[in-house]
């Protein structure tokens, strides 16, 4: 269903890609956006229990329409990129994932897709974000991402 990888060589084992996901703070979620065109935007994110977590100020969002649109999705993230001039490339590691996002806007399980972001984002400050955005817990949504395939790649200095 997924594409191989093109360049095998500068496959990343699953677990560095794991960790990639899990250290990021920040990356670009793509949707299927307005009148056909994708839509990629960068997001802060927090990844765990196997799961991406992406927070909306609004419950209207081009995002949430694209989710609502169709909730497949990709997610990249890229750490480390250098341009090597004289050899006309870059050194970077990346990963990108391919899943199904649903919206959460409201409820216990709101307050739960919040805290399992700030856990991946910012694990010491979990309780204080929850009491910071407790006051726009109705205006705000949640994306939960499933991954369904992912795959890391990274081109390291020679």
Same mark, same amino acid.
């Given at each position: ?54 927070? %909306? @100020?609004?419950?209207? +969002?081009?995002?949430?329409? *694209?989710?609502? /649109? ?8 890229? $750490? ?8 006309? %490339? @870059?050194?970077?590691? +990346?990963?990108?994932?391919? *899943?199904?996002? /649903? ?8 307050? $739960? ?46």
């Amino acid at each position: 269903m997924f594409r191989e990888m093109r360049r095998k060589d500068r496959a990343m084992p699953a677990e560095e890609a794991e960790r990639l996901l899990a250290e990021g703070d920040w990356g670009v979620l793509a949707v299927s956006g307005d009148d056909g065109y994708p839509y990629g935007v960068p997001v802060n994110y927090g990844y765990t229990g196997g799961r991406i977590y992406v927070h %909306s @100020t609004s419950c209207e +969002s081009h995002k949430l329409d *694209g989710i609502r /649109r169709n909730d497949k999705v990709s997610f990249t993230v890229v $750490e480390g990129h250098d341009v090597l001039k004289e050899e006309f %490339s @870059t050194a970077f590691s +990346s990963v990108v994932v391919f *899943g199904r996002a /649903r919206i959460i806007t409201e409820g216990p399980l709101l307050r $739960e897709a919040m805290r399992r972001m700030m856990e991946g984002l910012a694990p010491d400050m979990t309780e204080a974000a929850e009491e910071h955005c407790a006051h726009s817990m109705g205006s705000m949504a949640m994306i939960e991402i499933t991954p369904e395939h992912i795959t890391g790649k990274a081109r390291r200095r020679t």
